[in-house]
């Protein structure tokens, strides 16, 4: 059970990196430069975050680790809300409710694929 929740871990780094992008495309606006730290440690992130899911994709079923990076959305979501003060709109918290009942049914189908014995 405690695989399930090392896809946390690519999620978060793909929520961090995707914050870093977004203040590096801030700087990038003001100083007119195409790279600066925050660009490079936000794709160093989601580089690393690609290597760590090769090994998540070892232990953890496909589908169900994939469904549960859709979380990401929900995340990137919130960080733009709090840090950057976008917009959310009703459609973006219909969308949410959508995601989060669609990963619960997957694990809820995961759950009971474990329990069963082979079959």
């Known amino acids: 059970m405690r695989k ?3 896809v946390l871990i690519p999620i978060i780094m793909v929520t961090v990196g995707q914050i870093l992008s977004k203040i590096g495309v801030q700087h990038i606006v003001e100083n007119k430069n195409l790279v600066n730290l925050f660009i490079i440690l936000g794709y160093g992130l989601l580089i690393l975050r690609g290597t760590i899911w090769i090994f998540i994709l070892r232990v953890v079923n496909l589908s169900f680790a994939y469904s549960l990076m ?4 929900i995340f990137i979501l919130a960080v733009s809300y709090f840090f950057f003060n976008e917009t959310i709109r009703v459609s973006n918290i219909i969308g949410t409710f959508f995601i989060m009942a669609g990963v619960s049914f997957m694990g809820y189908g995961e759950l009971k ?3 069963e014995p082979n079959g």
Do not use: A, G, H, I
């Open 4 to 6: 399930y929740f090392l």
């Open 113 to 115: 694929n474990m329990r």
């Open 70 to 73: 859709s979380l990401t959305y």
